[in-house]
Nanobody
Framework: QLQLVESGGGLVQPGGSLRLSCAAS????????IGWFRQAPGKEREGVSC????????NYAESVKGRFTISRDNAKNTVYLQMNSLKPGDTAVYYC????????????????WGRGTQVTISS
């Protein structure tokens, strides 16, 4: 019953926008920090953004700061990642994760991962 499901990925041109969603079932998001991670081909998984349980604190990797916005709607049990001004370097599989805390932009003590959604930036 416990699930995290990412959606909203796809193919967009440089400069375009996407909004990713991370929908939870089988538990409520209210208690948890939620992080977004990404992994590009041939690269290590990296943290992108993290939001604490209340939504009062948001954190971003330097590479995406000013372009991406993380938010949560606990009533819908969903966390979002709005991605603007997308660059080819943003191409990756994006994962959301359930954790305890945000250590900067990295969600720590991850207890569950989504399966990921592909984001491709290409002309």
């Amino acid at each position: 019953q416990l699930q995290l499901v990412e959606s909203g990925g796809g193919l967009v041109q440089p400069g375009g926008s996407l909004r990713l969603s991370c929908a939870a079932s089988g538990f409520t998001l209210d208690y948890y920090a939620i992080g977004w991670f990404r992994q590009a081909p041939g690269k290590e998984r990296e943290g992108v953004s993290c939001i604490n349980s209340s939504g009062a604190s948001t954190n971003y990797a330097e590479s995406v700061k000013g372009r991406f916005t993380i938010s949560r709607d606990n009533a819908k049990n969903t966390v979002y990642l709005q991605m603007n001004s997308l660059k080819p370097g943003d191409t990756a599989v994006y994962y959301c994760a359930r954790g305890r805390y945000c250590s900067g932009y990295v969600c720590t003590d991850v207890s569950y991962w989504g399966r990921g959604t592909q984001v491709t930036i290409s002309s």
